[in-house]
């Protein structure tokens, strides 16, 4: 678990922007539950989630269709509300940072860290742009 003034700023990247934490499972649950598109991000504390992946996200958000609900959890820190998250992104292997869309429930699209890693942000934003206008 990482100290909680250390992922303070990190959390504050994504919350700024209208996300809501998940921090248990019914959290999760609950979130996954709403109709329409959620967007789920699992944060980290990597250089690769500061470099890429919040400012794709953020990025991704300037787009004509957006996610109906915005929603994140924080590997390493939100242990339980992250298992469970992860546990709706099968088939995939679980990974942070990460980014899935979801649509009533079920997962639409899949942004892994290998997706995510050595790419700059304005790809991570086009990718998940795509996937806006296909399910949004």
Do not use: W
Not at 107 to 123: D, F, K, S
Request: proline residues 7%; charged residues 20%.
């Amino acid at each position: 678990m990482y100290p909680a003034e250390l992922v303070k700023p990190m959390r504050e990247e994504l919350t700024n922007i209208g996300f809501v934490e998940l921090q248990s499972s019914e959290d999760v649950s609950n979130a996954l539950a709403k109709s329409g598109t959620t967007l789920v991000v699992v944060n980290s504390v990597c250089g690769c989630a500061a470099a890429n992946a919040r400012p794709g996200v953020f990025y991704s958000l300037q787009n004509e269709k957006t996610p109906n609900h915005l929603v994140t959890v924080f590997a390493g820190v939100d242990a339980e509300a992250t298992k469970s998250a992860r546990d709706m992104m099968v088939p995939f292997p679980p990974s942070s940072p990460s980014i899935a869309l979801f649509k009533d429930g079920e997962l639409v699209h899949m942004v892994e860290r290998h997706h995510i890693e050595g790419r700059p942000a304005n790809l991570i934003a086009e990718n998940l742009k795509a996937a806006y206008q296909d399910h949004c």
